[in-house]
C-alpha cells in the first residue's frame, strides 16, 4: 500500500463525462472513488493515500479509457500546457489588435 498522495496526468481528460469514466474504471482498483480526485482545468488526477494499486496499475488502467497516462511528481503544471498557455495568449492579443485595427479602418 502507498502512504503518499500520487498524481498522474491524463492526456484527453477535457470533460466531466471523461471524469466520470476515470472514476469508474480507476476507482475499483484504488478502493474507491473516494480516493479520487481529478483537477479537469489541468488534466491531474491524484490518488490519496492508502490506494491499493500501484502506480504502474494505475496507469495501465487508464488506456481502457481512451486516455493516456503518466507519473507527475513533479510540483508545477507539466511543460507542454504552460507552452499552450502561452500561444493562447498570442492568439488572444493577435485577435484584439486586429479587431482594433478593424474598427479602427472602419471609422476612418
Do not use: Y
Request: glycine share 12%; charged share 20%.
Amino acid at each position: 500500500m502507498s502512504t503518499s498522495k500520487r498524481a498522474f496526468k491524463i492526456h484527453g481528460m477535457d470533460c466531466a463525462e471523461e471524469i466520470a469514466l476515470l472514476k469508474r474504471e480507476v476507482g475499483p482498483a484504488v478502493g474507491g472513488e473516494g480516493r479520487l480526485s481529478l483537477d479537469l482545468l489541468n488534466g491531474i488526477m491524484i490518488v490519496e493515500e492508502g490506494a491499493s494499486a500501484s502506480s504502474e496499475a494505475i496507469i495501465q488502467a487508464i488506456p481502457r479509457t481512451g486516455m493516456k497516462a503518466e507519473s507527475w511528481t513533479d510540483g508545477r503544471p507539466p511543460e507542454g500546457k504552460s507552452r499552450r498557455q502561452w500561444v493562447q495568449l498570442a492568439l488572444m492579443v493577435a485577435s484584439g489588435a486586429l479587431t482594433a485595427l478593424a474598427f479602427g479602418l472602419h471609422a476612418w
